[in-house]
């Protein structure tokens, strides 16, 4: 059975650092590509960065880049989202998602299993 969970979220202040971790079972993690999304209040689920099945290459919303970075152990089936400088404006749910073929990494129809979130709240 398929279970993706993430983790690691939790209260911290403006500039303050988080690291969310992602954990899959009941797939082969190592060749599907891992997107982060995030969803604010009122919003509509935004993308937030993906990291290809190797590790090799990753990409970044503009509003996170040199903030955020990817990574990926995937002899642990984990993958991990290291936020820093945090603002009030990255204060959302977060969650990862796991898509097979790579395509349409912005694409929220694209990804085949999605995990639950975790709350993520930065105060000024």
């Known amino acids: 059975q398929v279970h993706v969970a993430e983790s690691g979220g939790g209260l911290v202040q403006a500039g303050g650092s988080l690291r969310l971790s992602c954990a899959a079972s009941?797939?082969?993690?190592?060749?599907?590509?891992m997107g982060w999304f995030r969803q604010a209040p009122g919003q509509e689920r935004e993308f937030v960065g993906r990291?290809?099945?190797?590790?090799?290459?990753?990409d970044y919303a503009d509003s996170v880049k040199g903030r955020f970075t990817i990574s990926r152990d995937n002899a642990k089936n984990t993958v991990y989202l290291q936020m820093n400088n945090l603002k009030p404006e990255d204060t959302a749910v977060y969650y990862c998602?796991?898509?097979?073929w790579g395509i349409g990494p912005k694409d929220l129809g694209a990804y085949d299993y999605w995990g639950q979130g975790t709350q993520v709240t930065v105060s000024s």
């Open positions: 990291i290809s099945w190797s590790g090799s290459s990753t």
């Open positions: 998602a796991a898509q097979r």
């Open positions: 009941g797939f082969t993690l190592s060749v599907y590509d």
